[in-house]
């Protein structure tokens, strides 16, 4: 009789089923990342789209700074022929999604606590997606969370607290109801 690995299981692992929710393919639109400091300046200069006792939401419809060397410059390595365009240049206007978030070690003390409000901006943004204007979005937490009523710096009821929040805020911006 031939014997399982040890640590085998005939019911899938909750690593597989949460993979298995998450999968690329489901998601219509793929939501870049902010990254650069220039491109959170010039979405955070815009006013705020809407507002929430803990969160504000910018918004403007470009596209985020390009990274790397101008199309021109030449490197010691290069004999390659000239390019007047990029690869990755698109024809359209606007195609994306992108998304930034701050959250300040001031209203969030604990890292564990800045992790887990990252991960909410960012599932509700993924929840959010298809209203959602083409363009940079900034979420940025304007206010801490009472430690009083959360005592744990990572728990579901902080979670719970921030997922709607952030729900009925997006909903806002966007102009439909919170699902």
Same mark, same amino acid.
């Given at each position: 009789?031939?014997?399982? &690995?040890?640590?085998?299981? @005939? /019911?899938?692992?909750?690593? $597989? !089923?949460?993979?298995?929710?998450?999968? &690329?393919?489901?998601r219509k639109t793929?939501?870049?990342?902010?990254?650069?400091?220039? =491109?959170?300046? #010039?979405?955070?200069?815009?006013?705020?789209?809407?507002?929430?006792?803990?969160? @504000?939401?910018?918004?403007?419809? =470009?596209?985020?700074?390009?990274?790397?060397?101008?199309?021109?410059?030449?490197?010691?390595?290069?004999? @390659?022929?000239? %390019?007047?365009?990029?690869? =990755?240049?698109? =024809?359209?206007?606007?195609?994306?999604?992108?998304?930034?978030?701050?959250?300040?070690? %001031?209203?969030?003390?604990?890292?564990? !606590?800045?992790?887990?409000?990252?991960?909410?901006?960012?599932? $509700?943004? $993924?929840?959010?997606?298809?209203?959602? @204007?083409?363009?940079? /979005?900034?979420? %940025?937490?304007?206010?801490?969370?009472?430690?009083?009523?959360?005592?744990?710096?990572?728990? !579901?009821?902080? #979670?719970?607290a921030a997922g709607?929040?952030?729900? $009925?805020?997006?909903?806002?911006?966007?102009?439909?109801?919170?699902?």
């Open positions: 009789m031939p014997v399982a &690995p040890r640590g085998a299981s @005939a /019911w899938p692992s909750e690593r $597989a !089923t949460r993979r298995a929710r998450c999968r &690329p393919a489901e793929v939501i870049g990342r902010l990254v650069r400091s220039t =491109d959170f300046e #010039r979405v955070l200069r815009t006013p705020a789209r809407a507002r929430s006792p803990h969160f @504000a939401i910018h918004h403007l419809s =470009d596209r985020p700074t390009r990274l790397g060397r101008p199309i021109g410059s030449k490197l010691s390595t290069d004999d @390659a022929p000239h %390019r007047t365009k990029a690869v =990755d240049d698109s =024809d359209q206007v606007l195609s994306g999604l992108w998304v930034g978030t701050v959250v300040p070690k %001031r209203h969030a003390r604990r890292s564990v !606590t800045r992790v887990l409000i990252k991960r909410q901006i960012r599932n $509700a943004f $993924a929840a959010h997606e298809t209203g959602l @204007a083409a363009g940079l /979005w900034v979420v %940025r937490l304007r206010a801490p969370f009472e430690g009083s009523r959360f005592r744990s710096a990572s728990s !579901t009821v902080l #979670r719970h709607v929040e952030l729900d $009925a805020v997006l909903a806002e911006a966007t102009g439909r109801p919170a699902p």
